[in-house]
């Protein structure tokens, strides 16, 4: 198993974890944001391990601010590290997986990349790039061996939510834990299905496919709600 993160300090207490059950467990510390570090890092892990059987891009920040604050340098680092990361990272090691006629690549989106959501127009675009070139991945690998999951998490118990340079976020309510998530993640590598909500939130997507309008005036009006009670 392969580990990349920006922090030392917190990737050595995961793989001490790792190595529990997997001994041979390795980590990288790499800033994914720089993207030709990115797909060098692939096919380094590639060779300095063997192979990869699974690729999980899960690396993602936040940009929580409405649109009309936001600058245009702030919307490109989000790209870059919730989509073209993973572009450039799964296009290092799709032709060895290709060859091998076998690999599965997980990518990690969030409900914001199935629904537009209110102050997160920098997130929802980076997430809704990663599910569309998922989706039109899992069928131009269909039938080759190499398997496409797409998760989307919804409102998850991460530091995503007070990290500098955001907006206070407008949600008070529940959240899911992390655990939760990555036993999503496991799941998904081992089933057949493409596409994995948590919490379950499909009804929502297919609410907004059949009636965009009625979905934006009642997220217009649950964003007023959130806010008169923050």
Same mark, same amino acid.
């Given at each position: 198993?392969?580990?990349?993160?920006?922090?030392?300090?917190?990737?050595?207490?995961?793989?001490?974890?790792?190595?529990?059950?997997?001994?041979?467990?390795?980590?990288?510390?790499?800033?994914?944001?720089?993207?030709?570090?990115?797909?060098?890092?692939?096919?380094?892990?590639?060779?300095?391990?063997?192979?990869?059987?699974?690729?999980?891009?899960?690396?993602?920040?936040?940009?929580?601010?409405?649109?009309?604050?936001?600058?245009?340098?702030?919307?490109?680092?989000?790209?870059?590290?919730?989509?073209?990361?993973?572009?450039?990272?799964?296009?290092?090691?799709?032709?060895?997986?290709?060859?091998?006629?076998?690999?599965v690549v997980v990518n990690v989106a969030s409900l914001a990349g199935r629904i537009g959501v209110t102050t997160e127009? $920098?997130?929802?675009?980076?997430?809704?790039?990663?599910?569309?070139?998922?989706?039109?991945? $899992?069928?131009?690998?269909?039938?080759?061996?190499?398997?496409?999951?797409?998760?989307?998490?919804?409102?998850?118990?991460?530091?995503?939510?007070?990290?500098?340079?955001?907006?206070?976020?407008?949600?008070?309510?529940?959240?899911?834990?992390?655990?939760?998530?990555?036993?999503?993640?496991?799941?998904?590598?081992?089933?057949?299905?493409?596409?994995?909500?948590?919490p379950d939130m499909k009804r929502v997507v297919e609410m907004k496919t059949t009636d965009i309008d009625g979905f934006?005036?009642?997220?217009?009006?649950?964003?007023?709600?959130?806010?008169?009670?923050?």
């Amino acid at each position: 198993m392969g580990l990349v993160a920006r922090r030392r300090d917190r990737l050595e207490h995961v793989l001490a974890d790792c190595r529990r059950s997997a001994p041979q467990s390795r980590l990288w510390v790499a800033d994914l944001s720089d993207l030709g570090v990115a797909e060098e890092l692939a096919g380094t892990a590639w060779d300095e391990m063997g192979r990869l059987d699974v690729l999980i891009n899960n690396a993602g920040v936040p940009m929580r601010r409405s649109v009309k604050d936001l600058r245009a340098e702030e919307v490109e680092r989000v790209m870059r590290i919730n989509f073209l990361s993973p572009v450039r990272m799964t296009l290092a090691v799709l032709p060895r997986m290709l060859e091998r006629r076998r690999g599965v690549v997980v990518n990690v989106a969030s409900l914001a990349g199935r629904i537009g959501v209110t102050t997160e127009a $920098a997130y929802s675009a980076s997430k809704f790039a990663l599910s569309g070139w998922s989706e039109a991945m $899992a069928a131009d690998l269909f039938g080759t061996g190499v398997s496409v999951r797409l998760v989307l998490p919804g409102t998850i118990d991460t530091e995503l939510w007070d990290q500098p340079g955001n907006d206070p976020p407008l949600y008070r309510g529940e959240l899911t834990p992390a655990e939760d998530v990555a036993q999503c993640i496991a799941d998904a590598i081992d089933g057949e299905r493409f596409e994995h909500f948590l919490p379950d939130m499909k009804r929502v997507v297919e609410m907004k496919t059949t009636d965009i309008d009625g979905f934006l005036a009642a997220m217009v009006e649950t964003a007023r709600q959130w806010k008169e009670h923050a």
